[in-house]
């Protein structure tokens, strides 16, 4: 059974780090893409930033670049989103999701439960 | 970037009651389209992926059709486990985008 567990999330001021992680199993960690999806408090669904299998293809939404660092270790069925410079307006539920299938790059079909980060002074 | 608009924002119908919703891409994106249902307080589920294909396990009232710009997300016999979010999500460019959601509640 594939399952996706984040960690990390908490209260943070503004211009703050936090990095969050997403422990996976139940599936060939190292083979698949991985994502970051959040989520602002009663608002729609906002795609983050995509990793490859290798690390080889990064990728990250404009409100991100610069400030998020997405990476992985796959030795350790790892991911991870390093959050610099937080502002308010990243304040969500942070979920990390896997495709559907090996090559899948555009759907997200495994969620975890998600972590909250809340920025606020 | 390629937008993703929904119509309508929310709904409300009955049990048994045929239920659609629109989704409408700001450019071609041929089929790479996939739908997906969110209950409060929980992770969004993928339902249909390709425009059209049920995902494995999905009840079959579920469906999805279109092409192009023109989508259209259709419950054929809403249920009271439906009541949820429904979301439209494009993979045909980065960043990937997702529609704004249609709440659908039972009457």
């Known amino acids: 059974e594939v399952q996706l567990v984040e960690s990390g999330g908490g209260l943070v001021k503004p211009g703050g780090s936090l990095r969050l992680s997403c422990a996976a199993s139940g599936f060939t960690f190292s083979s698949y893409s991985m994502n970051w999806v959040r989520q602002a408090p009663g608002k729609g669904l906002e795609w983050v930033s995509s990793i490859s299998s290798s690390s080889s293809y990064i990728y990250y939404a404009d409100s991100v670049k610069g400030r998020f660092t997405i990476s992985r270790d796959n030795a350790k069925n790892s991911l991870y989103l390093q959050m610099n410079s937080l502002r308010a307006e990243d304040t969500a539920v942070y979920y990390c999701?896997?495709?559907?299938?090996?090559?899948?790059?555009?759907?997200?079909?495994?969620w975890g439960q998600g972590t909250l980060v809340t920025v606020s002074s | 970037d390629i937008q993703m608009t929904q119509s309508p924002s929310s709904l409300s119908a009955s049990v048994g009651d045929r239920v659609t919703i629109t989704c409408q891409a700001s450019?071609?994106?041929?089929?790479?389209l996939n739908w997906y249902q969110q209950k409060p307080g929980k992770a969004p589920k993928l339902l249909i992926y390709d425009a059209s294909n049920l995902k494995t396990g999905v009840p079959s009232r579920f469906s999805g059709s279109g092409s192009g710009t023109d989508f259209t997300f259709t419950i054929s016999s809403l249920q009271p486990e439906d009541s949820a979010t429904y979301y439209c999500?494009?993979?045909?460019?980065?960043?990937?985008?997702f529609g704004p959601g249609t709440k659908v509640d039972i009457k």
């Open positions: 450019q071609d994106i041929s089929n790479y």
């Open positions: 999701a896997s495709p559907r299938e090996l090559g899948d790059v555009g759907s997200f079909d495994y």
């Open positions: 999500q494009q993979y045909d460019n980065l960043p990937r985008t």
